[in-house]
């Protein structure tokens, strides 16, 4: 009981506290904003805010004809005339591709400050059920595309002693779940690389920010939902659907004050300080509420696994009915 109530006193202060100390936001007035997978959904919905804060924005993604017309979305919703809205037709998958065109792009708009990696997508099914072709393309672009685009600015944040690097994970970057075994192993491999380059850049002032969305309704999500085995769909649609405008602010918020996990909801909240692990910590009352949640988050935890192992076995026992 008295645990409990020191908890509850611990929160109210964290709050209050939270609303007082607010985290330095740096501005993206002038600033070269590019942005992988810029066309569509959530890269789509924090270009918009980027350009509405002053930036230059680039769009890197394939389909010229989406670009052009995320370009003209983008171009109405700058606050200057100076704005430069530019688009990159590439492939995040090949290196050279990436480095080249950033490369020339800065030579035209000046350097990119921040750097969002949202190109991505998701194929659902048994690992056994996913084709080769599949697995090489989740791995080529979730994980590959993300690397090459750090490294291709990565010297000069480090040159030039500042810089904000984002990378877009999932909810099943932190917790494996039925469907998702290459996607998540691929959004897993993107915490590893953000916490390690926290340490490498920490020296250089630049920040690297880790975006968790929950299911947000983009495009990309409506093609996912395609390949979603039954259990799958059972599993995530308690978590609801957010729209890729309230994932984007909350995204541009964290990156600007260099948080390290960018998440929205009660859900992303829980599993997020359920597994904290060993990320850096970003302030001394954020450490307190870890400490005194994680024990009773773990049994909430244990809760929505005990859930999702019945949703198995209860499609398990009907697809084994259906067999006969
Ligand atoms: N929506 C969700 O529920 C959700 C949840 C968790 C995480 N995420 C992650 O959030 C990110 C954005 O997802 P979204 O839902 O906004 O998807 P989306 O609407 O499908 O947008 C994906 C963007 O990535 C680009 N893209 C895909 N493959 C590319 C490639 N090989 N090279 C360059 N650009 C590429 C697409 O353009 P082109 O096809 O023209 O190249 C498009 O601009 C992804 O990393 C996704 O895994 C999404």
Redesign the pocket.
Same mark, same amino acid.
């Given at each position: 009981m008295i645990y409990i109530i020191l908890c509850l006193i611990l929160c109210g202060v964290v709050f209050y506290k939270s609303t007082i100390y607010k985290r330095h936001r740096r501005s993206l007035w002038n600033k070269h904003v590019a942005i992988?997978?810029?066309?569509?959904?959530?890269?789509?919905a924090f270009a918009i805010l980027a350009a509405k804060e002053g930036a230059h924005v680039t769009l890197? +993604?394939? &389909?010229v004809d989406?670009?052009e017309e995320a370009r003209n979305e983008i171009k109405q919703n700058t606050v200057t005339q100076d704005q430069i809205i530019s688009k990159v037709p590439?492939?995040?998958?090949c290196p050279e591709a990436v480095e080249n065109n950033l490369l020339e792009i800065e030579e035209t708009i000046g350097p990119v400050y921040m750097l969002v990696n949202?190109?991505?997508?998701?194929v659902c099914g048994k690992l056994e059920d996913l084709s080769e072709r599949d697995i090489k393309a989740l791995v080529d672009? &979730?994980l590959m595309?993300t690397i090459y685009a750090i490294r291709a600015v990565l010297p000069k944040f480090k040159k030039r002693r500042e810089g904000i690097i984002v990378m877009?994970?999932? +909810?099943v970057g932190l917790m494996g779940m039925f469907g998702y075994s290459v996607?998540s192993a691929c959004?897993f491999a993107l915490r590893g690389l953000a916490e390690s380059l926290v340490m490498e850049l920490k020296p250089y002032n630049v920040t690297v920010t880790l +975006?968790l969305?929950?299911?947000?309704d983009?495009?990309?999500?409506e &093609?996912?939902n395609k390949s979603k085995p039954k259990e799958t769909k059972l599993m995530s649609e308690s978590g609801g659907l957010y729209k890729?405008e309230v994932v984007a602010k909350q995204l541009l918020e964290d990156a600007l004050k260099g948080n390290f996990f960018s998440y929205v909801g009660l859900e992303s909240f829980i599993l997020t300080t359920l597994c904290v692990g060993m990320t850096s910590v970003n302030s001394v009352l954020e450490l307190l509420l870890q400490i005194c949640l994680l024990g009773p988050l773990r049994l909430i935890g244990t809760y929505y696994i005990k859930n999702f192992e019945k949703i198995v076995a209860k499609c398990f026992s009907e697809n084994h009915v259906q067999e006969k």
């Open positions: 992988t997978g810029g066309s569509s959904g959530i890269g789509k890197l +993604a394939r &389909n989406r670009l590439v492939d995040v998958s949202c190109a991505g997508f998701a672009v &979730n595309g877009t994970s999932s +909810a996607y959004k +975006a969305p929950p299911d947000t983009t495009p990309g999500f &093609n996912e890729p």
